[in-house]
C-alpha cells in the first residue's frame, strides 16, 4: 500500500508564508510526477503545482512567483513553499503523486488526506 502523508498547514495572515511537506511511503517502485492540488468550499479540486522526476516544475497562474516546489526523489518527498499568501489561497491542499508500485510500471494517482490552509487577518 502506499501512503502520502501531508504537514504544514495551519492560519495565516495575508502576506504571509506556510511551508507545505508531504512524503510518500509504502509499495513504491518508481514515482513519476508529485504534485499539490487544492480545494475551496464549494469549488472543484485545482492543480496548484506539479513537479516531475527530472525537476521540472509547473504552476497554476494564480500562484505563479509566490509559491515554489520542491522535490527530494531520494526521500520522496514533495514541498511546497507558499509565500505572500492571499485570503482567496484559502483551501484544503492535498498532496499528489503519479507513481508505480511496482516494476510493471503501472502508473495511478495517489492522494493525501489534505491539510487546511487559512489565510485571514
Known amino acids: 500500500q502506499v501512503q502520502l502523508v501531508e504537514s504544514g498547514g495551519g492560519l495565516v495572515q495575508p502576506g504571509g508564508s506556510l511551508r507545505l511537506s508531504c512524503a510518500a511511503s509504502?509499495?513504491?517502485?518508481?514515482?513519476?510526477?508529485m504534485g499539490w492540488y487544492r480545494q475551496a468550499p464549494g469549488k472543484q479540486r485545482e492543480l496548484v503545482a506539479t513537479i516531475n522526476s527530472g525537476g521540472r516544475a509547473n504552476y497554476a497562474d494564480s500562484v505563479n512567483g509566490r509559491f515554489t516546489i520542491s522535490r527530494d526523489n531520494a526521500k520522496n518527498t514533495v514541498s511546497l513553499q507558499m509565500n505572500s499568501l492571499k485570503p482567496e489561497d484559502t483551501a484544503v491542499y492535498y498532496c499528489?503523486?503519479?507513481?508505480?508500485?511496482?516494476?510493471?510500471?503501472?502508473?495511478?494517482?495517489?492522494w493525501g488526506q489534505g491539510t487546511q490552509v487559512t489565510v485571514s487577518s
Open positions: 499528489n503523486a503519479v507513481l508505480s508500485p511496482t516494476a510493471a510500471l503501472r502508473y495511478n494517482a495517489y
Open positions: 509504502g509499495s513504491i517502485f518508481s514515482i513519476n510526477s
